[in-house]
């Protein structure tokens, strides 16, 4: 019984942490901290999963429960002097934040249209923004979501970005959050869109690679996108080797509106992205697409849920993964199609390349449809580098080594040429270069 | 009269995949500036041989030599036969979704003259060379930005592998039924592509099955393959009267 005691003793661990976290923000509005208190009783009663949870079945989470912040206070660093730089998108808005809380000395708001609002959910609520009030917590559940939860109950800081009705923000906006090894941060984003809008938002977490001390990174983003507006979503997860990376992403859509998000996995050790889109009007059209390289003892764990909650609506959704090493990967796409979502059209397809015979991956497409009117399809293929290509290439004078990471790359670009962002296209060209060239 | 060089030595050469013995006992001596067609039914062991002398690995070779040049080809990697200068354009041209060819072609280019010593060619200068050399197979040049054989049709995926050989200047060059499923117009722009190519210096081994192919390049030994051997050879003469008389009469004569 080791395992629950584990799991308890670091539950307890959180609960008492939140009796001083409530004091040290006496200042808080009363709605929050009942907000925090009802979703750190659900954290209580929740509990971390073990892998006896459906949704956790290829996931131990022990080592996140494990994790204890250490004591001394964190800096910069390296990571000031060696970036934004390092991480800088051309033309794009930037904010940052370090170790979950904002740093304006290393953001950059360029000019936003009227009524726009981009800034850090800390500043919106000390302004009292009526915005978060109504909003927070209200798309991502924490009922039955033990990280959720815990976010809800320990955020500090994260983005707002409120986009009012028939406004297009051209410049990407780009989000990022840097952590320092022993750190634990809660980021909590909220991404407004009103009707007839566009943005492109890019949500980044990274951390020094070379790091060898372990942080967790706990995200939750909710995101409300507005009839007829179109949403652009990048989330990456750059983050370093021994990072404890989870994020829940919970996406509400309103009619003839377009979403997509790409979930870029390259770095942390154990990653658990949960992107979960909700079609609520007719002819929505919702992307989620994915790439993740893992290495080493990596693990990451990419879960969905398309919910085709209303007629006439597309999704689409490819993932594709490599795994080196003793790497695994998790893929569990969920599509439900509701008894009213007459005329869906469900696309999914992951692929899993593995790169060694040690390296392991648990693919699971799940389709619920009670609808009798849809089109769903699904396929997924796991597999090795094919003989027949690389014998092409070689036969052409190109060594084996280059050969393969010729078709490495070539299985994961078809997941980065959907990128429409150039600039960032560019960079995770060369971020997977690295990548591969890594975990070789 | 000075003495040919010798590119390709093939002596009692036996091969199988799996259990079968494909290949029983093969003997063909190439010279520089020579074109030699080997002919045969299906299942006769052509491609075999062909695929064998790239380096395909499903074959076991369980007898006998391949001598490249004077050198053991046999112990060489894939890789390593065509960065000394074999080259083959196969029968079914492998569709690779995602690479691009402009970039593929450098990159075998460049691992070829890396292997010589020289140095690596720039994008400016791959793109001279490469304008330059597809109008040989009256190629367009927005295959450079497409991905390798990626939708290509039969006839451009067969132009696309005489292009390569045109920018990759092999020294013996394996064509591997590079007429099957071609029509008239694109068989005459691959043979005149063969022929443009064709030197003192290098040689090339036409697998096919039909003589058709014949009569745009024209060979100088004609082989007839059957049952893993040759059982005849002659010259581009023998290749028409197996057209008219047909593989049968020779199966029966050779019983």
């Known amino acids: ?440 | 009269m000075q003495e040919k060089q010798v590119i390709l030595e093939i002596r009692d050469l036996h091969a199988r995949v799996e259990d079968k013995e494909i290949l029983r006992g093969i003997n063909l001596t190439v010279n520089a500036g020579e074109t030699h067609a080997i002919m045969g039914l299906n299942g006769s062991g052509k491609s075999t041989l062909a695929q064998v002398l790239a380096g395909r690995e499903e074959y076991e070779v369980t007898q006998g030599e391949v001598l490249y040049k004077g050198e053991n080809l046999l112990d060489m990697a894939p890789d390593e036969r065509a960065q000394k200068g074999v080259f083959l354009a196969f029968q079914y041209p492998v569709e690779i979704p995602g690479v691009n060819t402009s970039y593929f072609l450098r990159a075998a280019l460049n691992s070829i003259r890396k292997a010589h010593g020289e140095e690596e060619m720039d994008a400016t200068q791959f793109l001279k060379l490469v304008r330059q050399k597809m109008g040989i197979v009256e190629l367009d040049k927005s295959f450079l930005s497409r991905s390798i054989n990626e939708g290509f049709s039969g006839g451009e995926k067969k132009r696309f592998e005489i292009f390569q050989m045109a920018v990759l200047e092999p020294t013996l060059g394996i064509l591997d039924e590079t007429d099957s499923g071609l029509d008239i117009d694109a068989l005459r722009i691959v043979a005149n592509g063969v022929n443009t190519l064709k030197n003192e210096g290098n040689a090339f081994v036409v697998v096919t099955h039909y003589q058709r192919l014949l009569n745009y390049i024209v060979p100088d030994f004609v082989h007839i393959l059957m049952d893993g051997r040759i059982v005849q050879t002659g010259d581009k003469q023998l290749a028409i009267d197996l057209d008219t008389s047909g593989y049968k009469q020779l199966q029966e004569a050779a019983r």
């Not at chain 1, 954290?43 to 971390?48: E, I, Q, V």
């Not at chain 1, 009526?130 to 990280?147: S, T």
């Not at chain 1, 290495?295 to 990419?302: M, S, Y």
Request: overall charge negative; proline content about 3%.
């Open chain 1, 1 to 440: 019984m080791k395992t629950l005691s584990e799991l308890d003793a670091a539950q307890g661990r959180y609960v008492m942490q939140h009796a001083a976290f409530t004091i040290e923000r006496g200042h808080e509005a009363q709605w929050l901290r009942d907000l925090r208190s009802r979703a750190l009783e659900r954290f209580a009663a929740l509990g971390f999963p073990t892998t006896r949870h459906e949704e956790w079945k290829y996931t131990d989470v022990r080592p996140i429960a494990r994790f204890e912040t250490q004591n001394e206070a964190p800096s910069l660093n390296g990571l000031a002097t060696a970036g934004p730089q390092k991480w800088a998108l051309d033309g794009a808005h930037r904010l940052v934040w370090f170790n979950g809380r904002f740093a304006p000395e290393l953001s950059q708001i360029g000019a936003l249209p009227e009524g726009v609002t981009v800034c850090s959910i800390a500043e919106a609520l000390a302004n009292h923004s009526e915005i978060v009030q109504q909003n927070l917590a209200r798309f991502a559940g924490f009922e039955n979501e033990a990280f959720v939860a815990l976010n809800t109950a320990f955020f500090e800081d994260g983005a707002l970005v409120h986009v009012p009705n028939n406004v297009v923000i051209e410049a990407p906006i780009h989000l990022l959050f840097l952590s320092a090894g022993g750190t634990q941060s809660q980021p909590r984003n909220l991404f407004l869109v009103g009707d007839n809008s566009k943005v492109t938002i890019i949500e980044e977490y990274a951390g020094k690679s070379a790091s060898e001390t372990a942080y967790f990174c706990n995200a939750v983003t909710e995101v409300s996108v507005g009839k007829n507006a179109e949403v652009d979503h990048h989330k990456l997860v750059l983050e370093a080797d021994a990072a404890y990376h989870v994020a829940t992403m919970q996406v509400q859509q309103d009619r003839d509106c377009r979403f997509s998000s790409h979930a870029i996995t390259f770095g942390g050790r154990l990653v658990r992205n949960q992107g979960n889109a909700v079609m609520g009007g007719t002819n929505i059209e919702t992307t989620l697409n994915g790439l993740y390289v893992g290495g080493a003892d990596q693990v990451i764990d990419n879960h969905t849920i398309m919910d085709h909650a209303q007629p006439h609506c597309a999704s689409h959704e490819h993932y594709a993964g490599i795994l080196a090493g003793k790497s695994r990967g998790v893929f569990n796409g969920k599509i439900f199609v509701r008894l009213d979502a007459q005329k869906t059209d469900a696309k999914q397809s992951n692929r899993t390349l593995l790169l060694s015979r040690e390296a392991e991956i648990d693919a699971k497409p799940q389709l619920e449809i009670f609808a009798d009117d849809v089109k769903c399809t699904h396929g997924a293929t796991i597999g090795q580098l094919d003989d027949d290509a690389l014998f092409y290439l070689r036969a052409r004078g190109i060594n084996k080594e280059a050969a393969q990471d010729i078709l490495t790359h070539a299985f994961a670009s078809d997941i980065l040429e959907r990128i429409k962002v150039a600039p960032l296209r560019e960079r995770l060209e060369r971020e997977l270069f690295a990548k591969l060239q890594s975990v070789r």
